[in-house]
Nanobody, 114 residues
Framework: VQLQASGGGLVQPGGSLRLSCAAS????????MGWYRQAPGKQRELVAA???????NYADSVKGRFTISRDNSKNTVYLQMNSLKPEDTAIYYC?????????WGQGTLVTVSS
């Protein structure tokens, strides 16, 4: 499975960004896709995840500001990030998990700064 992420960049505090991640290859019907992030000097943390049936899970720090969604016909997951804060600055990694195996995208940098 290969993952191609896009959509990172520089945004001012309070702004919005939308990340996308497309999976290709041997996609198993039952899977979880989502996003982790890693800020400088910090451990990688889960941001949001979504199952193939649409069940979602969010980190407390992003609840109410970020929305994860997916298009199963395109094997693509999206992360709409609103009301961004400087502490959201990190490299965001998309992932795909199925059959006890996780695959990772290359990471996309999100910088929130004025």
């Amino acid at each position: 499975v290969q993952l191609q992420a896009s959509g990172g960049g520089l945004v001012q505090p309070g702004g919005s960004l939308r990340l996308s991640c497309a999976a290709s290859g041997s996609i198993f019907r039952f899977n979880v896709m989502g996003w982790y992030r890693q800020a400088p000097g910090k451990q990688r943390e889960l941001v949001a995840a979504i199952t193939n049936e649409g069940g979602t899970n969010y980190a407390d720090s992003v609840k109410g500001r970020f929305t994860i969604s997916r298009d199963n016909s395109k094997n693509t997951v999206y992360l709409q990030m609103n009301s961004l804060k400087p502490e959201d600055t990190a490299i965001y990694y998309c992932y795909y998990h199925a059959r006890a195996i996780s695959y990772w995208g290359q990471g996309t940098l999100v910088t929130v700064s004025s």
